[in-house]
């Protein structure tokens, strides 16, 4: 009882505190630790659910009225979180340590790219393009089965590799795809090289919505069909043949699991999810190049499977929330917070910050503190922060 | 006719090393176990039965059809299932979801049943749990089922592995060393599950085995294998008689009847 009015309170303060307060980054992760609260309290399922629903469905888009750039961090986390989910199928149930992730998000954004903007005229000839921009939902589904085919064709040759093997091809071939992407711009020009492909498509939406309200419903609704997918995938033989090639390649093999059609099936679901992002990513960007699909961004998605828990969902989740958040946010600020103290001339210690060299410029700290954050992560809670959890299930026994 | 399980002239090299030697072995029904000193080429038999390693040369056979050349899921799926002699169990899994993949072979939902959860795909869910249910209570095992594979005791491990096995609904099932470990009121017990499962489920079974107590008790025919060839084969009596079998045990003064010192 106690909990569930603290629960309440709680998401209802600090969004009401991020009304007050529409430019503090501290007020609006308030927000969002409330909601990390409301997921883990002793409080009934229904209140949990009406709780989560309610703050992505209606406090997110009217915080979003107070301070736009809070809904583009939320729509970035959705786009990341159905990254991350595709990654944990790959990695976290079946075992398979990809580090070339992106490139299947890179193959889903110049699908809708290249069709989605005039581009296509110079590789096809004729004034046809770009296409309607309605065409983009037809692409969701064709960016999701072109990049499930990318992943079967990256699965085929690689299916007797395991471990560090594995890992460094489908580094290769994460570093194919964006190095393909930057030079096929002749003979053919295919990807327009490292120049980019704009302007985009974007798809019409309904009852006359922003397109930031559009593309954060549209990653919203994404990211629930990749939830249920998994889910379901998961909790199923599916899942479970994933889980033993994990646990004992060898053994599950004996055991009846057939190791090509189980890994081809992890490597295209983890693709596909990817793929449609992909979609969605270059219509919300209007604007892509190859500098998006770095191997950097491979790093980082696996750093948020890793991070939230190995084979979790809720982990995913919550590690790529946190990831994106902290690097869009959290960093961010915090250099900013440091470069005004040091522009003020504010002295700690005796020590003038204005004099401090450029090589210590506090935006180059951001990606030490998020590598020590990992790294202390790694030491102090290495199976992440939502670890997987057996299912408990009542069986036949009489 | 032939057998149920035939294997013909099976021969295996690794490198320069002959580890099987045109063995031939046949098998009906019953408890059949395979015996011989360490290093006699027992699992790398196991092994090319279920399709792990390919023979050089030889035929395997079962119900007709032969297995050379199948994957070892596609033999699992003919209804030839084994265990794995250093337990090869799912260790983060927890018990009933090891004997879930198990069953895999048999499962008969496709990727579309998995994402609509419908009727079908609920039912037959439920009913595989059900059996797991069964399974762990055959082998001892029940109450154990939500608990994580890697926590069970050894000799718990080693029946959750026959468990697992069995739930592919073999005809013809494969142990490697499965009294491995255990005491000898413990292996006594798992023997007598063995029999009850060739009595009640019609199940062939062959067995590499240390103990010898069990081996005398159990098997209907014992074949003894030395450096990678046949060397016997028989009844337990007569086999346990047969002067080469104690040569390759014990030494060739042992066998000839001299005192050994």
Redo the contacts between chains.
Sequence with gaps: MIAATAAVAFVALSSAAVALFPRSILVFLLFQGSLLYAYVARIPGWLRATLLGAAVLVLMPVIGTYNGYYLEVATQVGIFVALALGLNIVVGLAGLLDLGYVAFFAVGAYSWAIFGSPHANVLFGGTGFPLPSWWFYPFLLIGLTVAAGTGVVLGLPVLRLRGDYLAIVTLGFGEVIRVLANNLDKPINVTNGPRGITPISRPPLPLEVSYAVGFYFLALLIVVVVIL?NR??ED???G??W??IR??Q??????????VRAKL?AFASGASFAGVMGVVFSAKQVFINPESFTFLESIGVLAMVILGGMGSIPGAIVGATVVTVLNLQVLKGLSLWLNELKNAGVTIFGYNLANLPTQLEPAKYERMIFGLILVLMMIFRPQGIFPAR????????? | MSAMFEAVDVTKTFGGLTALQRVTFALDGGIASIIGPNGAGKTTLFNVFTGLYRPDTGAVTFRGRPLVGLRPDEITALGVCRTFQNIRLFANMTAAENILVGMHSRIRLGLRDVLTRGPRFVDAEGALWQRAGVLLERVGLRGKGNEIARNLAYGEQRRLELARALASEPALLLLDEPTAGMTQAEAGTLMALLRRLVGELGLAIILIEHNMRVVMEVSDRVTVLDHGEKIAEGPPREVQADPRVIEAYLGRRAATGRAVP
């Design positions: 997918v379901r995938l199923s033989h599916i479970r043949a889980e033993a646990e004992d060898l053994a599950a093999q004996a055991m009846g699991v057939p190791l099936l057996r299912r408990q299930r009542e069986l036949g026994e009489q």
